[in-house]
């Protein structure tokens, strides 16, 4: 794809509002051209035969078929990225679970109106969310990927882990060596099923694991909900006071940020409102930090596949303070963005395939 072009996009809902708003936001954002609007799958068909878009934007409960049904078809006929954007609340986050299986990039919720700081955050959200997928890998294949311009609709700063908590103290990569390991991981786009190819090759007595997947908030217990039922280890989401056990766990509510604790022996997760931070919440960076000032050397950080640099900074600091630190290769990341960043920092000890991070897992909590 040429370096500069546009990232064109196809709207496929069956509200006039809806796509009107989508419209809106997604062209707020310079690099983003709407190049179509469709009422319905069999509409949306057409106009793909006309001009097939870099991303499309699709609705689960529309007239005709459902977005699900036409998600399959098209992964199956003719793959394109796709975005999932609905409305839908707890009662519909398992279909978006299986939209994601079905092989969709990312989920958002459609943008709020009328409070502008939603409003806002949901052009930041939606906006990331397509211009990801633009770069995504999809069945295998990948897409060139594209030259992102600062957004149009962006915080007039880009707000770090400092606006949460304060950075991990120099003394800290002296901490004393406990019998517990804890696990740290982010990701983002294309990490729902990164991750549940990792928590599935984990054994029943894992290390005790935090998780932060960019998510929207109310899809994340579905997702947890959805891998206990996989994995041998126990997976739910998050808690504010959860404690951080061997076998279990947590994912990071969304729209929530999630910092691990300590308190004597025991650790355990502090679950807080809070600004965007790397343009998330939750955010990777915060949780990576509050592990380097928690845990310092007992700690081991993973990143894994997503657009942007979110956790780069924290795995940075994980890595000065002592733990191991993780990344997962380009090879097998729909998107190689976080890793790269991470990378670049020089702060990664292992960089390895995604079938290779969880035996990676289990030999540094073993050191």
């Known amino acids: 794809m040429p370096a500069g072009r546009k990232v064109r996009v196809l709207i496929v809902d069956d509200s006039a509002t809806v796509r009107q708003t989508l419209t809106t936001v997604l062209e707020s954002d310079p690099e983003i051209e709407v190049i179509g609007v469709a ?3 069999f509409v949306a068909a057409r106009r793909i035969r006309d001009e097939v878009p870099d991303v499309i934007t699709l609705d689960v409960e529309m007239p005709r078929m459902d977005g699900i049904t036409f998600l399959r078809k098209l ?27 079905a092989g969709a990039v990312d989920i958002v919720l459609k943008p709020k109106v009328g409070v502008a700081e939603h409003l806002l955050e949901s052009r930041i959200r939606i906006c990331d969310a397509v211009k990801a997928a633009a770069s995504a890998r999809v069945l295998g294949a990948r897409r060139a990927p594209m030259a992102v311009a600062k957004p149009l609709y962006e915080p007039e700063r880009k ?3 400092d ?22 991981m982010g990701a983002s786009t294309g990490g729902t099923e990164a991750l549940r190819a990792v928590l599935e090759a984990l054994p029943p007595d894992s290390p005790g694991t935090v998780i932060v997947q960019h998510m929207p908030e109310r899809f994340t217990a579905s997702f947890a909900q959805r891998l206990d039922g996989l994995c041998a280890v126990s997976v739910k989401e998050a808690e504010d006071g959860d404690t951080v056990l061997r076998g279990r766990v947590l994912i990071a509510p969304g729209n929530k940020h999630t910092l691990l604790e300590r308190s ?79 990378i670049a920092l020089g702060c990664v000890d292992r960089i390895v395939p995604l079938q290779l991070i969880a035996a990676e897992i289990l030999k540094a909590a073993k050191r």
């Open 75 to 101: 992964m199956a006929q003719h793959p394109v990225p796709v975005v999932m954007c609905s409305s839908l609340v707890e009662d519909g986050a398992e279909t978006l679970m299986q939209a994601l299986e």
């Open 39 to 41: 009422s319905d799958p």
């Open 159 to 161: 707000l770090t882990a």
């Open 163 to 184: 606006a949460m908590l304060p950075p991990p103290k120099a003394s800290a990569g002296a901490m004393a060596r406990t019998t517990e390991t804890i696990i740290c």
């Open 264 to 342: 004597g022996a025991r650790y355990y997760v502090s679950v807080k409102e809070g600004p965007l931070v790397t343009r998330h919440r939750p955010s990777v960076d915060v949780l990576f930090r509050s592990a380097a000032r928690s845990a310092g050397c007992n700690a081991v950080g993973v990143i894994m596949t997503g657009m942007g640099d979110d956790g780069a900074r924290g795995l940075n600091e994980m890595k000065q303070v002592g733990a191991i630190t993780i990344a997962q290769d380009e090879a097998t990341s729909v998107v190689f963005g976080m890793p790269k960043e991470a």
